[in-house]
C-alpha cells in the first residue's frame, strides 16, 4: 500500500552561539519505534529525517539535521513523492534572531535573547498535501489540551493527529510509556497508557485505516 513514507524524530536545535542551543526535551523514542514498526510491515522506502539523538533505526534511510530550517529543506525534497508523513519530531517553534559566532561571555547579570518564529513545517505539509496522502501531526499540551488540538487538527490539514497530555501523570518525554488521545476525521478516543512501541504499532494501524478509505473514495471518484 506504501512505496514511500517520511518520519520525523527527535528535537531540532537552534544554535544561540557555538557552544549553546535552544531545544526541547523530546528524546527521539516514539520516532524510533515508528520506523521500527514500519519496517517490519515491510514498507519499501522509508525516510528518517531526525534531529539529535541517540536513537535510530535500523533499514531505513536516515538523514540527519539539527535546525527547523534543515528539517524543512528535507522535507521539501522528499514529500512530494511520500504516500505517509509522521511529523513526530518536536521542531523548535522559534531560533535566535543574531547568532554570536563567539562563545557569549556571562560577563552580566541578565542576557537578552531576541528570537524569531521557525516556519510551522506541519502547516505547510498541509497546504501542499497532494490527494491521497496521509499527513499525521503530534500535539504536546498542558492544558486546554482538547481545544488546542482540534484546532491544530483542523489548521493543519490533517489526517491523524496524536495528543500527547504533559503532566506529572503522563511526562509523555523521555518516558518508555505514553497515554495518548487519536484525533481523526471521525473523532476524537483516547488509547490506554502502552509502550511506546506497542503506541507505534497502533497508530500505523490507523494510518493504514485512513489510507483505505482515501483509497476506495478515489475509486469511487473514478
Known amino acids: 500500500m506504501f512505496k514511500r513514507v517520511i518520519i520525523t524524530s527527535g528535537p531540532t536545535i537552534e544554535p544561540i552561539d557555538p557552544v549553546r542551543y535552544i531545544s526541547n526535551r523530546s528524546s527521539g523514542r516514539s520516532g524510533l519505534y515508528l520506523a521500527e514498526e514500519a519496517v517490519k510491515r515491510g514498507i519499501a ?100 489540551i482538547f481545544r488546542h488540538a482540534s484546532e491544530k487538527f483542523e489548521k493543519k490539514n490533517l489526517d491523524l493527529l496524536v495528543l500527547n497530555e504533559v503532566s506529572s501523570e503522563n511526562p509523555a518525554f523521555n518516558s518508555e510509556e505514553n497515554q495518548v488521545y487519536l484525533f481523526t476525521s471521525a473523532g476524537m478516543r483516547k488509547l490506554d497508557k502502552m509502550e511506546k512501541s506497542e503506541l507505534a504499532a497502533r497508530i500505523w494501524d490507523e494510518v493504514n485505516r485512513i489510507k483505505k478509505v482515501k483509497v476506495d473514495d478515489e475509486k469511487n471518484e473514478g
Open 45 to 144: 522506502e522509508i525516510i528518517f529525517i531526525t534531529g539529535p539523538t541517540c536513537f535510530l533505526p535500523k533499514g531505513v534511510t536516515i538523514i540527519p539535521v539539527e535546525t527547523a530550517l534543515e528539517m524543512r529543506a528535507q522535507l521539501q525534497r522528499y514529500s512530494n513523492d511520500a504516500d505517509v508523513i509522521i511529523m513526530s519530531a518536536a521542531v523548535s517553534d522559534y531560533r535566535v534572531v543574531k547568532y554570536s559566532t563567539k562563545k557569549i561571555k556571562k560577563d552580566q547579570d541578565t542576557l537578552t535573547l531576541q528570537l524569531e518564529k521557525n516556519p510551522d513545517l506541519l502547516f505547510e505539509l498541509g497546504q501542499r498535501k497532494k490527494p491521497g496522502q496521509v499527513l499525521v501531526g503530534y500535539a504536546a499540551e498542558t492544558h486546554d
